[in-house]
């Protein structure tokens, strides 16, 4: 999307290859909420699975029930790694004929390989087609004709609705920052030219930063920031949107089921107010300390137009959500969005078991049965396929 590069008051992000911001980060944020302003999301990658098998197939490897994906339904899916660990994560929309992915950069590569060794002799063909993304907050219905004609597929955000067979860790719904946050993201050929048909749209364009710091504010997980090394998607409030507990096995799930049974993933993400000197922010893998101990690191950093400084982390659970934090020279105050209890809106009531140990082992009455919520499934089992 060369063409945003060169729009006056470009100033490149050096690491992602776009523009940072065209001026005034702040106001380009409140353009972009305000469904006034565009994106350029150029460093995202695109894969595609086309084939008679793919849904199937993409069933049994992914945490997203393909199965029950209808074409034109835009959702997320992950690959995990045997111990429940994030490896991948994407947008996914399947057009009717194939199923398009979204990653972060640099991620599309190691998906595809993957995938690749799990082909056998299944009937699908993975591709790696060049495509620009750009994105904007408003929903799809709200872009214009000419812009949505352009597109080859586009993706809407669900987050932070939680979807069928989701959970989430703390905040419902209804109550959550994002409830009216919309994000889009439109994929188009890279001689396309969307941006002059935004810009005649009446859209301005925004940098990556604003872009940034409104998805920090609506505490939405990136792979290559929150899930950059051994996360568990618990531990990021990402059951909401990217994992199904309903659908049957894949890599990783007995753990996805035992800690939704068994509670207390073992960090959790937190929002956190940052206060200290002008300057430069902390970056992400700083420590967060308690005192001169460290109890987590930041994993995005952003000065936000309303908010100020402000960061997502993660923190070991247990650490109090009203203790006095600090990042470099900075004091942190927390938000929490996964609750320190460690228990999903699809966990049990009791841990799966408790009756037995307070004595309850003999069948007879009050005996559990198993325990609270069972061991037969994904929601209410342990390990179960």
Same mark, same amino acid.
């Not at 999307?1 to 008051?9: A, I």
């Not at 069933?59 to 029930?65: E, G, I, K, S």
């Not at 048909?197 to 505490?219: N, Q, S, Y």
């Given at each position: 999307?060369?063409?945003?590069?060169?729009?006056?008051?470009a100033?490149?992000?050096?690491?992602?290859? @776009?523009?940072?911001?065209?001026?005034?980060?702040?106001?380009?944020?409140?353009?972009?909420?305000?469904?006034?302003?565009?994106?350029?999301?150029?460093?995202?990658?695109?894969?595609?699975?086309?084939?008679?098998?793919? #849904?199937?197939?993409l069933?049994?490897?992914?945490?997203?029930?393909f199965? #029950?994906?209808?074409?034109?339904?835009?959702?997320?899916?992950?690959?995990?790694?045997?111990?429940?660990h994030?490896?991948?994560?994407?947008?996914?929309?399947?057009?009717?004929?194939?199923?398009w992915?979204?990653?972060?950069?640099?991620?599309?590569?190691?998906?595809?390989?993957?995938?690749?060794?799990?082909m056998?002799?299944?009937?699908?063909?993975?591709?790696?087609?060049?495509?620009?993304?750009?994105?904007?907050? @408003?929903?799809?219905?709200?872009?214009?004709?000419?812009?949505?004609?352009?597109?080859?597929?586009?993706?809407?955000?669900?987050?932070?609705?939680?979807?069928?067979?989701?959970?989430?860790?703390?905040?419902?719904?209804?109550?959550?920052? =994002?409830k009216?946050?919309?994000?889009?993201?439109?994929?188009?050929?890279?001689?396309?030219?969307?941006?002059?048909?935004?810009?005649?749209?009446?859209?301005?364009? #925004?940098? @990556?930063?604003?872009?940034?710091?409104?998805?920090?504010?609506?505490?939405?997980?990136?792979?290559?920031?929150e899930?950059?090394?051994?996360?568990?998607?618990?531990?990021?409030?990402?059951?909401?949107?990217?994992?199904?507990?309903?659908?049957?096995?894949?890599?990783?799930?007995?753990?996805?089921?035992?800690?939704?049974?068994?509670?207390?993933?073992?960090?959790?993400?937190?929002?956190?107010?940052?206060?200290?000197?002008?300057?430069?922010?902390?970056?992400?893998?700083?420590? @967060?300390?308690?005192?001169?101990?460290?109890?987590?690191?930041?994993?995005?950093?952003?000065?936000?137009?309303?908010?100020?400084?402000?960061?997502?982390?993660?923190?070991?659970?247990?650490?109090?959500?009203? =203790?006095?934090?600090?990042?470099?020279?900075?004091?942190? =105050?927390?938000?929490?969005?996964v609750?320190?209890?460690?228990?999903?809106?699809?966990?049990?009531?009791?841990?799966?078991?408790?009756?037995?140990?307070?004595?309850?082992?003999?069948?007879?009455?009050?005996?559990?049965?198993?325990?609270?919520?069972?061991?037969?499934?994904?929601?209410?089992?342990?390990?179960?396929?």
């Open positions: 999307m060369k063409v945003s590069r060169s729009l006056p008051g100033v490149m992000d050096e690491d992602l290859g @776009v523009p940072a911001h065209y001026s005034n980060q702040f106001a380009e944020e409140n353009q972009l909420a305000s469904g006034k302003a565009f994106t350029d999301l150029s460093f995202l990658e695109v894969v595609t699975v086309s084939g008679a098998d793919r #849904a199937t197939w069933h049994n490897l992914t945490t997203r029930d199965l #029950a994906l209808a074409a034109g339904q835009s959702s997320e899916m992950m690959l995990l790694g045997p111990n429940g994030v490896e991948s994560a994407a947008a996914v929309i399947d057009d009717g004929e194939r199923a992915f979204i990653l972060d950069k640099g991620q599309a590569q190691p998906f595809v390989e993957f995938l690749d060794s799990m056998f002799r299944m009937r699908v063909k993975i591709e790696r087609p060049e495509f620009d993304v750009v994105g904007v907050m @408003v929903p799809e219905a709200e872009l214009s004709d000419q812009a949505r004609a352009l597109a080859s597929v586009i993706w809407e955000d669900p987050w932070p609705r939680t979807l069928p067979g989701g959970a989430h860790y703390g905040i419902a719904d209804a109550d959550h920052p =994002a009216n946050s919309s994000r889009t993201l439109l994929v188009v050929g890279k001689d396309e030219p969307i941006v002059e048909t935004l810009i005649a749209a009446g859209m301005v364009p #925004a940098g @990556v930063t604003a872009w940034e710091a409104k998805r920090i504010t609506d505490w939405r997980p990136r792979p290559n920031l899930a950059a090394a051994q996360v568990l998607p618990h531990e990021l409030d990402w059951l909401r949107t990217a994992v199904h507990l309903d659908k049957g096995c894949y890599r990783g799930q007995e753990t996805v089921a035992k800690l939704v049974n068994l509670g207390k993933p073992p960090r959790r993400l937190t929002y956190l107010y940052l206060e200290g000197p002008e300057g430069d922010l902390p970056a992400p893998g700083d420590d @967060v300390m308690l005192g001169e101990r460290v109890v987590g690191q930041l994993t995005s950093v952003a000065r936000d137009a309303e908010e100020g400084p402000v960061a997502l982390a993660l923190l070991r659970r247990n650490t109090a959500d009203d =203790a006095q934090l600090t990042v470099g020279g900075f004091q942190a =105050a927390q938000e929490p969005i609750a320190r209890e460690g228990k999903s809106s699809a966990s049990p009531q009791e841990r799966p078991g408790q009756g037995l140990r307070r004595g309850n082992r003999g069948g007879g009455p009050g005996s559990t049965d198993g325990g609270a919520g069972g061991f037969g499934s994904a929601r209410g089992g342990l390990g179960s396929r």
